[in-house]
């Protein structure tokens, strides 16, 4: 496990590991009390989307680093899980704040996973990741579909809608953090943070258009520390403990 | 599973239908052939299908509940994922009942309505807690064991939509059980925390699931209008019997002992004894067993079961919810395709 945590790609690919579990363990919160049984089961579908690539990175990691994906997965110390703070937020039942979050991070997500699929050097992680890639294309379409399809359906969708925009977007800037316990990151990682943010708001503006929405995204400071390097907010460590509850009852046994 | 009533307005009865029809309506079913939404049916059958129907798709999305209390904490990454998808299934089975229950005249948003304001119900075994993992294997093992037994010979019903949604929802249940089964037998492989955790679980659950096939039928159900036109094919205690000759003996199999349980208010099991009649009668070929407490039955059914409000009032909390989403993209109501 030492060896993986000192790592910088094994970090990088297990923050976006840590967001996939975190996105699919929030959102199957909702399976069975979606607020359309038709998108119920899709949002359900996307939920064991996050949770099947989760596996998949964690899966190469364990490949790696001779461990079970499942104790990487759940038997890390909360400071080694380097997930944003953003996918650690409860929807709180609120379906807009749900679906402007998943957005964000779907959007987010094409963009770095297909970072991770162009690795020359690793013919394996980029086989993983091009799997991952169309289902998370579809998740990016059908998610900007809800934020255009909410938003322009009349004065109490918007108004949600917008206030969900107007609470979230001010954690986006910490979905880019670079991940890790080390030193501060080298100038060529800070230089392709701000690619990667750029691109990504990019895409979040055009969709924020079609939307009639509003929404400014700026890059945190390099000194504001988040998830990524560890500081999770305390609702974190509750939801590990949730997550692990059962594991706990008896450490080892198989389940 | 047919016991709700959806309206409050009198069907006419069959002797009030016209005898032609009525007779012509009989000959199709008794010669095999499907009932269809367009066919003429008696509106006795119509409302009797819709009950059944509506009733099955409420207990789906119910049934969703238990469970899905459990993904969050579901013990490995596979476990977690193999869940989150049950429950999803069990959702879209509701979503495709509610699809044939609005054919059959009554739209998404009242049968909604009706479940969340209990004018309309739900299969009694979802109002009893699942406080363990061994609980989300036993639902898994148990009760869809019990549902698909129960649902294969509704496949052999007469309604066309309803008979083409129970064989596409059976091919789904057949993996759940597989999961459930699974689970069983990982937990009852397990460490001694673990069997014991799945005995505790298995003596919540044997009696709900003999009472899940509903309480004996009346003497001459062959010849009521359920029965005589193919709603339900086959009685209660025939499903039950059938239900203890495959699951005592499996049970036995993997070391669960079969007890006769006392439970407080809160469904907690307070006294167990083995139950002496559990053994193979060979002449009968059937496995005797020791009835469940059908009185505890009528109270569940009245909404004093031990979850009633909790379902009740987490399935209400997430229309409210919802309803803004709901008049956003329909006005309150929902377009959908016409079912199977």
Redesign the interface.
Known sequence: MESMLSNPLAVRILSHADDK?ML??VQ??W???????????AS??M??DD??H??TL?QYLGDRYDLD??VI??ERSAENYFCCDLVTQSDE???AGSVVKRWLMATYMLIVIADLSKADDDSDLGARCDRILPEQELQVLHLQRWII??SN??D??RE?MQLALDRIAPLAGMVVEMPGHGPSPQESCLIRREEIFREWTAGLHETIKQAGLNATFSLPEQTQLGGRRSRHADHFKEQLV??T???R??PG??? | MINASNSAKPAPTPSQEDPELLAQFEQRISDGILIEPGDWMPEAYRMGMLAMAEHHANSE?IG??PE?EW???????????AL??K??D???H??ML?RVSQELGKSRDDMLRDLVTGKTKYHNCFNYPAPT?ADIAMIQWLIDGAAIMNQKTLADGAYGPYVRTMNRINMEEAFHFKSGEDMVL??M???K??KK?TQAAFDRWWPVTLMFFGPADKPNAESRPPMRWRMKIEKNDSLRQRFVNRFAPAAQDLGLKINIVTKDDQGNVTSTTPDEAIMLDEESGNWTFTQPDWDEFWRVIRGNGPCNDHRLS?RR??YE?????????GSGT?S?PPAA
């Open positions: 579990l699919g363990h199957s919160d399976t069975g009390l979606g607020p359309i049984l038709e998108e119920d089961i359900s579908a939920a064991q949770l099947s989760a596996l964690y994906p499942d997965a759940f039942f609120d379906w399809r909410l359906a009349g109490e969708a949600r949730e997550m509850e059962v594991r009852v008896d046994a198989s389940w | 999305i969703a509940l899905g993904i969050t904490r579901a013990p490995s990454l596979r476990r977690k994922l989150t998808a429950v999803q069990e959702v879209g509701g979503q509610y993992w990982t937990l492989s397990g460490t925390s673990q955790m987490l909390f997430s919810q919802g309803g803004w989403v709901r008049k956003a993209v929902i959908t």
